[in-house]
């Protein structure tokens, strides 16, 4: 049996380097694979590139985001999972490269009650390597609970899952965090994931990242906090006690640096509701204290310390 496997690379603005990504897909010891390439509207030469891939090697696609995904990369990622045919399937970036016999290793990889294969990474830069973009602890299960609480994590070009589990969508609203709102509700569906205890890709570090672009305090705390309310907004109704006190930590301690949880009035009331029902009084009325004196006085981080504590 040799399954097709969707390898699915969202790309912008990437001529200089995904030829580099297509070859180290080419030179796959596994063969039964497809690669789409889909294009969120670049303005270089990115679709020439492809283009010449896509005549050269007809496994290779090339397509545009359609109007109806949003803009960016998991608007990328969905349409090109939306038109992809595999039996497996592996999301890649552009400007990543595999190592040559990812695909057949994890593939390997897969018993019988295994529903997803999680690899390990390498960082690189025009210098070499640099670093791991995770150091696994295989002793700790895989878990939505784990992963949450960040004891443990993968990158999204390390995972190949099963195409009849993916029963969600990347959040088209997130522009970056998009590998922890998406495996936290995977987790939801499935924990029937193992280890690949080996390096099957390197990941380029470059200063156009959208990590160095988020470079202020305050822009990083926004974009924070936004990945935990979109996460909480998804999975409220699944989560148990303690992923709920882990999240609303998390929203408590980075809305406290930042006002910009008062423009959200509709994240404000499911939060509050699951503060009252779920949890002790005390931390509602700590949470309601503090937004009261900061939008008064700009102060409150006592009664923010206060509900963090309890939280514990």
């Known amino acids: 049996m040799h399954p097709l496997v969707s390898i699915i690379i969202p790309t912008y603005n990437r001529a200089h380097l995904i030829g580099e990504t297509l070859d180290s897909v080419l030179e796959q010891t596994y063969t039964n694979w497809e690669c789409i390439v889909v294009d969120d509207g670049s303005a270089d030469d990115t679709e020439t590139v492809v283009i010449d891939y896509v005549k ?9 985001r359609l109007e109806k995904y949003q803009s960016g990369g998991n608007g990328a990622r969905n349409y090109g999972f939306d038109v992809s045919k595999g039996e497996y399937v592996n999301w890649f970036d ?4 595999m190592l040559p016999d990812a695909i057949q290793s994890k593939l390997d990889a897969f018993e019988e009650n295994i529903d997803f294969v999680i690899g390990n990474s390498l960082n690189f830069d025009e210098e070499g390597v640099i670093s791991r973009p995770y150091e696994l602890d295989y002793t700790i299960p895989i878990s939505a609970e784990s992963f949450i609480n960040q004891t443990i994590g993968w990158i999204t070009n390390d995972v190949l899952v099963k195409r009849e589990v993916v029963q969600i969508r990347f959040n088209e609203q ?3 965090g998009q590998e922890y709102n998406f495996f936290s509700r995977l987790l939801f569906i499935t924990n029937r994931g193992k280890y690949l205890k080996k390096d099957v890709s390197k990941r380029r570090i470059h200063k156009g990242s959208i990590q160095v672009k988020l470079s202020s305090s305050k822009q990083k705390t926004l974009q ?4 935990e309310i979109f996460l909480w907004n998804d999975i409220k109704e699944k989560a148990n006690r303690n992923i709920k006190s882990r999240i609303l930590k998390r929203i408590i301690r980075f809305s406290s640096e930042t006002t910009a949880t008062f423009s959200l009035p509709n994240y404000l009331v499911s939060i ?5 029902f779920s949890f002790r009084w005390n931390v509602f ?3 309601n204290f503090w937004m009261l004196s900061n939008l008064i006085t700009g102060k409150g981080y006592f009664f923010i310390k206060k509900a963090y504590k309890i939280l514990n």
């Open 56 to 64: 050269r090697d007809s496994r290779f696609q090339f397509h545009k």
């Open 174 to 176: 997130l522009k970056s």
């Open 224 to 227: 924070l906090l936004a990945n």
């Open 272 to 276: 509050e509701r699951t503060l009252f």
């Open 94 to 97: 552009s400007d990543d490269l």
């Open 285 to 287: 009325i700590c949470f």
